[in-house]
């Protein structure tokens, strides 16, 4: 989906209306924090969070690592 959008100055920033059906595709609502990440070809608007990616790879590497462990505390 590629659309055209005008930026548009709102006190000291600048900002962009998300059409409905952008927002209804991704599941976004007012509120929800989205990444923008800076790339060779442009700016990059994403609901994906790469901290949030790494911290979950991390946790799942040591939930099985020490999955008896955690087990054993749940009881």
Known sequence: MVRRQTLKKIGGSVATVLPKTMLDHFHLEAGDE????ETPDGLLITPFDPEFAAAMSAYERGARKYRNALRQLAR
């Open 34 to 37: 989205v990444t923008v990440i």
